[in-house]
Every structure is written in C-alpha cells, then in structure tokens.
C-alpha cells in the first residue's frame, strides 16, 4: 500500500513531466499563430490608407480620371465594408483557420493583380476582390487569439501586439506610399503584399489551429447573409458618393433606402430564424453593446479626422507627403508602447477606468491639435500626435477584451466582425459627417472674406472641436457599460460541487499513482 502522501507526490511529478514535454512545443506555436494574423492585419489595415499618397503617381500613370481615382480608394473599403459579417459568419461555421488562409490566398492573389495592372478597370477590380479577402481574413484574426490564448493575461499581451501592429500599419501606410510613389513603380504599393502573404500563409498553415463554432450552430443563415450583407454594401457606396453625387442625388437617396430595408428585413430574419448570423441577444450585454458603440464613436470622430489632419499638414503647412506621413510615427509608436502596458494597467484599474482614460488622453491630444494654426511646427505637432497616441493604446487592448469576453467562443468570429464592421462603417460615417462640418464651416468662412487657406483652417479646428466632444461622450459611456459586475456569492450548491472536485481530483492523482510506482 503507497501512502498517501507518496502517491500525490508521485502523480503531482508524472503530471508534470507530461506537461512540461509538450509546453515549450505549445508555447511557441501560440506566439508563431499570433505572428501570422498580426502580419495579416498588418497588410489589411495598410491598403486602407496606402494609395491616398500614391494617387496623383496612379493617374498620371493608367490616365484615370477623378472619378476612376476614387474607386481605386473606395473599391477596396466598399467590398471589405459589405462582407465583414459575412466572413465572420463563414469563419465560425467552416473554421476560422480555413477562412484565414482563404482569404490570405485571394488578398494575396489581388494584390499581385493590382501591382501589375495596366489599366484603371483592371486596378479597381483588383481593389475590389482585395477587400472580399481582407473580408475574409479580418473577422478570424482576433477569434484565433481569443482561441489560441486562453490564459488571461497572456491573451491580454497578444491583444495588445495585435492593436499595436494595426496602430503601426494606419500609420506607415502614408510613409510606404509616399516613399514607394516618389522612388519606385506604384505597383509595388500593391506588390509588396506577395511576399508577406506567402510567408504569413506558410506561418498559419503549420501554427495556426482550427476552432470554429459547435455542432448544434454550424448552420448558415443565407437570408441573413444576403440582407447584411446588401444593407452594408448599400450604406457604404451611399456614404462614399454622397459627397460627390449630392446627398439628394437619386442614386445617393435610393442607396439609404435600400440599405434602411436591408437592415430592418436582415434584424426581422435574425430573431425568428433558430440559427441566426447574429445573436441578437448578444446585444443585451453592456459589456458588449457598449464596447462596440464606444468604438463606433472613437472610429466615427478619429478616422475623419485622421483624413483631414492629412490635408492640413500637406495643404496649411506645406508638408511634403513623406514627411506628413513621418508626422504619424510617433502617434503609432506611442500606441505600441502603451497598448503593451495597458494589460498591467487594466489588472490595477479595471478596463472601464483605463478605457476612459484611454479617451481622456486622446481629448486632451486634440485640444492640443485644435491650438495649431498656420505656423505649426514638426515639433509643435508631437505633444497632440503622442497623447493621442498613449490614449489609443491604453483603450484598445482592454476594450477589444471587453467586447470579446462578452460573448461565447462560438460566435467569436461574428463578434470579431461586428467589432470590425462598426469601425469601418463609423469610420467612414465620421469622415462624411466631420467633411460636411468642415465644409459649412470653410463655405461661411469664405463668404465672410476670409482667404482658402485661413477658410480650411477654421472648418479643421470645427471639425476637431466636433471630435472632442464626441470623444467626452465616449469617456461617459465606456466608463459606464464596461464596469464590472458585483460578484455574487457562491451559492451552496458550487460549494458542494467545489468539494466534489476536489475529492474526484485527488482520486484521480492516487490512481495515477498506482499505476506508475513499480
């Protein structure tokens, strides 16, 4: 007879010998799979913003005219809009694993075509089926994370990597496209996605596992599929070509209803249907409702301003676009520092607390912007980039988490693309709603008889003030919705139960151990 002490001791070093073997091997595959979707978001989030620079280089090069230059910039954000929840859905039901490398074969297909392309129509259709891929790749990224991490703070750290790598790719994409437009062909703006995309999908294919949602929700809802999927599309070509059109355009009028139909025959489909595309119940979580609708309001004020901060370096102050590019670095730098300490931070004060202050550094780096004025300086430029900055990164990490953690892993690729659709939805909502601020603004401003220069200048600081209070607002809800929720006490019943496994559990070691010792 092994006492029993003996046999616990002896179970406890067979236990772990067996789990010490395999964890260095596990260990590495976890931060190889994070090293693959943290490049393919990289690549993603580049082609948002790449071309803008490289725009005049395009025309001068394929004799495009104005209106075939902004598809080549909207082709790509029109397809990627419309199919975020689709490929999120995809992803859920046939594997988030199999979507990823899916659509890192058709981003990495386009881009070769779009990088090679001769003419206008050849490029905006390459445009085009780059965003069906980056559709398919986005809404897997951060499922893969929340499936390849499960310890919490390790998934925190990864989170964090993840926000950083998208910070750096907004950032750099006006850098590359100045630097590849000013010294190399266009095409390579585009070209330089092969190589990166072959080595991603060589990572994915023997790091990167399969998870995917259970049995009993592995059933496509092609009635909502096609509903969300039209109400994107349309929401995205009217906010895109309102601006140009007219927004009581016809075709821009038409666009709105259709989408307001889509959407409201796309929520009616999803609550009576028994395997909905979205779980519209997942909505009644604040922490999910609120997470989401926080970032819908920092996307909707920044990427507008964003924009426009652009043509204010280039236009007020004469910034050459590889320098207005350069300007951005520090603020993405600065997002990769404090979104690496932000899980630290949040463990101390909670994600409602960081996320708020996340919010409240970002107002106070525009306050700052909203001082500039025509004689700003590189150096008068960093204190607002670098807040603003600090302040992004401390948010995102804990609020990707808070969303994410709201809802069970199987739906975790329709989450990850609901988190993905809002940003860019409100995202271009911002720059429409932000432009047409700016634009009443400089139109009274120029009849008042002030100069175009000084005219921009007074829509910018509008458009800004527009942001800030938006952002205030975003401190106040983030605060409120992702506050924890008082703990209940354990009931009798998980106590017996605690006992329970306890006892199973040490039955378990001594049976280990009788059938180990000599």
Same mark, same amino acid.
Request: glycine share 10%; aromatic share 8%.
């Given at each position: 007879?092994i006492?029993?002490?003996?046999?616990?001791?002896?179970?406890?070093?067979?236990r772990?010998?067996?789990?010490?073997?395999?964890?260095g091997?596990?260990?590495?595959?976890?931060w190889?799979?994070?090293?693959?979707?943290?490049?393919?978001?990289?690549?993603?989030?580049?082609?948002?913003?790449?071309t803008?620079?490289a725009?005049?280089?395009?025309?001068?090069?394929?004799?495009?005219?104005?209106?075939?230059?902004?598809w080549?910039?909207?082709?790509?954000?029109?397809?990627?809009?419309?199919l975020?929840?689709?490929g999120? +859905?995809?992803a859920?039901?046939?594997?988030q694993?199999?979507?990823?490398?899916?659509?890192?074969v058709?981003?990495?297909l386009?881009?070769l075509?779009?990088?090679?392309?001769?003419?206008?129509?050849?490029? @905006?259709?390459?445009?085009?089926?780059?965003?069906?891929?980056?559709?398919?790749?986005?809404?897997?990224?951060?499922?893969?994370?929340?499936?390849t991490?499960?310890n919490?703070r390790?998934?925190?750290?990864?989170?964090?990597?993840?926000?950083?790598?998208?910070?750096?790719?907004?950032a750099?994409?006006?850098?590359?496209?100045?630097l @590849?437009?000013?010294?190399?062909?266009?095409g390579?703006?585009?070209?330089?996605?092969?190589?990166?995309?072959?080595i991603?999908?060589a990572?994915?294919?023997?790091?990167?596992?399969?998870?995917?949602?259970?049995?009993?929700?592995r059933r496509?809802?092609?009635?909502?599929?096609?509903?969300?999927?039209?109400?994107?599309?349309?929401?995205?070509y009217?906010?895109?070509?309102?601006?140009?059109?007219?927004?009581?355009?016809?075709?821009?009028?038409?666009?709105?209803?259709?989408?307001?139909?889509?959407?409201?025959?796309?929520?009616a489909?999803e609550?009576?249907?028994?395997?909905?595309?979205?779980?519209?119940?997942?909505?009644?979580?604040?922490?999910?409702s609120?997470?989401?609708?926080?970032?819908?309001?920092?996307?909707?004020?920044?990427?507008?301003i964003?924009?426009?901060?652009?043509?204010?370096?280039q236009?007020?102050? /004469?910034?050459?676009?590889v320098?207005?590019?350069?300007?951005?670095?520090?603020?993405a730098l600065?997002?990769?520092?404090?979104?690496? @300490?932000?899980?630290?931070?949040?463990?101390?004060?909670?994600?409602? +607390?960081?996320?708020?202050f996340?919010?409240?550094?970002?107002?106070?780096?525009?306050?700052?912007?909203?001082?500039?004025?025509?004689?700003?300086?590189?150096?008068?430029?960093?204190?607002?980039?670098?807040?603003?900055?600090?302040?992004?990164g401390?948010?995102?990490?804990?609020?990707?988490?808070?969303?994410?953690?709201?809802?069970?892993s199987?739906?975790?690729?329709?989450a990850?693309?609901?988190?993905?659709?809002?940003?860019?939805?409100?995202?271009?909502l911002?720059?429409?709603v932000? /432009?047409?601020?700016?634009?009443?603004?400089?139109?009274?401003?120029?009849?008042?008889?002030?100069?175009?220069?000084?005219a921009?200048?007074?829509?910018?600081?509008?458009?800004?003030?527009?942001?800030?209070?938006?952002?205030?607002?975003g401190?106040?809800?983030?605060?409120?919705?992702?506050?924890?929720r008082a703990?209940?006490?354990?009931?009798?019943?998980?106590?017996?139960l605690?006992?329970?496994?306890t006892?199973?559990?040490?039955?378990?070691?001594?049976?280990?151990a009788?059938?180990?010792?000599?």
């Amino acid at each position: 007879m092994i006492p029993v002490s003996d046999s616990t001791g002896s179970a406890s070093t067979v236990r772990a010998s067996y789990e010490s073997a395999g964890s260095g091997r596990q260990d590495s595959r976890r931060w190889w799979a994070l090293a693959a979707v943290s490049l393919a978001t990289f690549m993603t989030y580049l082609d948002n913003n790449v071309t803008n620079v490289a725009i005049p280089t395009i025309q001068h090069s394929l004799h495009l005219s104005v209106s075939g230059l902004e598809w080549v910039v909207s082709s790509y954000l029109l397809t990627l809009a419309g199919l975020l929840l689709v490929g999120g +859905r995809l992803a859920d039901v046939y594997g988030q694993r199999r979507l990823f490398l899916v659509g890192m074969v058709v981003f990495t297909l386009s881009s070769l075509a779009a990088g090679l392309a001769g003419s206008g129509g050849v490029l @905006i259709a390459s445009r085009a089926v780059q965003g069906v891929g980056a559709a398919l790749l986005m809404p897997p990224t951060l499922a893969i994370i929340m499936a390849t991490f499960t310890n919490i703070r390790e998934r925190n750290t990864a989170i964090g990597i993840w926000a950083a790598v998208s910070a750096l790719a907004l950032a750099l994409g006006p850098v590359v496209g100045g630097l @590849i437009s000013q010294h190399l062909h266009w095409g390579w703006i585009f070209l330089i996605n092969v190589p990166l995309g072959v080595i991603t999908f060589a990572v994915a294919v023997f790091y990167v596992d399969e998870s995917r949602a259970g049995s009993a929700v592995r059933r496509l809802d092609l009635p909502g599929l096609v509903t969300s999927a039209l109400s994107l599309f349309a929401l995205t070509y009217a906010l895109i070509e309102g601006g140009v059109s007219g927004w009581t355009a016809p075709l821009i009028l038409g666009a709105f209803a259709v989408a307001a139909v889509a959407a409201a025959a796309f929520l009616a489909i999803e609550a009576r249907t028994a395997n909905p595309m979205v779980d519209l119940s997942m909505f009644r979580s604040r922490e999910f409702s609120g997470g989401s609708g926080t970032m819908m309001i920092w996307a909707f004020g920044i990427l507008g301003i964003y924009f426009f901060t652009s043509l204010y370096l280039q236009q007020t102050l /004469g910034f050459s676009p590889v320098k207005a590019g350069l300007a951005f670095v520090p603020m993405a730098l600065c997002v990769a520092v404090f979104a690496s @300490i932000a899980p630290r931070v949040e463990a101390r004060a909670g994600a409602h +607390r960081t996320v708020a202050f996340g919010m409240l550094l970002m107002v106070v780096g525009l306050v700052l912007f909203a001082r500039l004025g025509l004689h700003a300086s590189y150096d008068s430029l960093l204190p607002g980039f670098m807040l603003f900055g600090a302040g992004a990164g401390l948010m995102n990490v804990p609020l990707t988490n808070a969303v994410m953690q709201a809802i069970p892993s199987a739906r975790a690729g329709v989450a990850s693309a609901l988190l993905n659709a809002s940003r860019e939805v409100a995202g271009l909502l911002g720059i429409t709603v932000i /432009g047409a601020v700016l634009r009443t603004r400089q139109s009274a401003a120029l009849r008042a008889g002030a100069d175009p220069v000084h005219a921009f200048l007074d829509g910018y600081h509008t458009g800004l003030v527009v942001t800030i209070v938006l952002l205030a607002g975003g401190i106040l809800v983030s605060y409120m919705t992702l506050r924890p929720r008082a703990a209940a006490p354990p009931s009798r019943e998980s106590v017996a139960l605690g006992e329970l496994t306890t006892v199973d559990e040490l039955a378990a070691e001594l049976m280990l151990a009788d059938e180990v010792a000599p």
